[in-house]
């Protein structure tokens, strides 16, 4: 059986023996373990204990109330050792099998740090190219998505409704004034209610109107959206998608001229 003498008891024995190679040997907690460990005969000796020897008086578990992490036996090469000794070997190994369950607890928090941090990127990939593909669909439906935050009067539009517009983001001071100077005369009065009854009501915003962009071209334009409201049943904001309809109505306009 392997016998070790107290220079080697943390290097060769425990960070062989019980997986040690972990800890710092800067912590607090270990310069108190070998500051006890120190205190004694560096002749004493040691030995890995049998499972026949557990419960000799001599043997030193190295455990904490949740976790046993080995055990050891003070060799008897003719050393005396009395129980006082043996008491202040036992609270050592208490000590070092605080170590060991402090460096495993770390060990499991690194890994499911770890675990979450891959989920987290994983999922934020997912999300981005779910982001992508949503932005292409946009693109080639010609179909852009708008916020209205009715308390910031605050305007938000994705990138496929300046097109719409005439307008590039920067010509867009981002308010719901700017969006109302382009609705075209004849059709801002309607869409100005369909706007106050999609909010004061909770009905569907859904209206086909006008637009005049800054060149002076009218385009058509087909809005949908709902209201968002807090736990009181109040107005947040309003949130939908807008798409250039000119084609359909042009189209539409040819089909019931021809009948």
Avoid at 45 to 64: D, G, M, V, W
Avoid at 109 to 115: A, D, H, I, N
Wanted: charged letters at 30%.
């Amino acid at each position: 059986m392997n016998v070790i003498g107290m220079n080697e008891f943390l290097n060769d024995l425990f960070i062989l023996m019980i997986n040690l190679s972990q800890i710092r040997n800067e912590s607090t907690i270990v310069r108190d373990f070998l500051a006890a460990m120190n205190s004694f005969d560096k002749g004493i000796k040691f030995r890995i204990a049998s499972n026949q020897e557990y419960s000799s008086p001599r043997t030193i578990r190295i455990a904490t109330a949740k976790h046993e992490f080995g055990k050891l036996m003070i060799d008897g090469s003719g050393e005396e050792i009395g129980e006082p000794q043996l008491s202040c070997f036992r609270n050592a190994a208490r000590i070092l099998a605080l170590i060991l369950e402090n460096t495993e607890q770390e060990r499991l928090l690194e890994e499911e740090s770890l675990r979450l941090e891959s989920a987290v990127r994983e999922r934020t990939a997912s999300l981005e190219a779910s982001l992508e593909h949503f932005r292409r669909a946009q693109r080639s439906a010609h179909v852009g998505s708008w916020e209205w935050n009715i308390h910031t009067n605050r305007v938000l539009w994705s990138d496929q409704i300046f097109p719409i517009f005439g307008l590039s983001p920067k010509e867009f001071d981002g308010t719901f004034e700017a969006v109302a100077e382009r609705v075209h005369p004849e059709d801002f009065d309607c869409w100005r209610e369909n706007v106050r009854t999609c909010i004061e009501d909770g009905k569907e915003h859904a209206i086909d109107f006008r637009i005049v962009r800054p060149d002076g071209t009218i385009r058509w334009v087909g809005a949908y959206g709902d209201t968002e409201r807090d736990a009181g049943g109040r107005p947040l904001c309003l949130t939908g998608v807008a798409m250039d309809i000119t084609e359909r109505k042009i189209a539409e306009t040819k089909l019931n001229t021809s009948l």
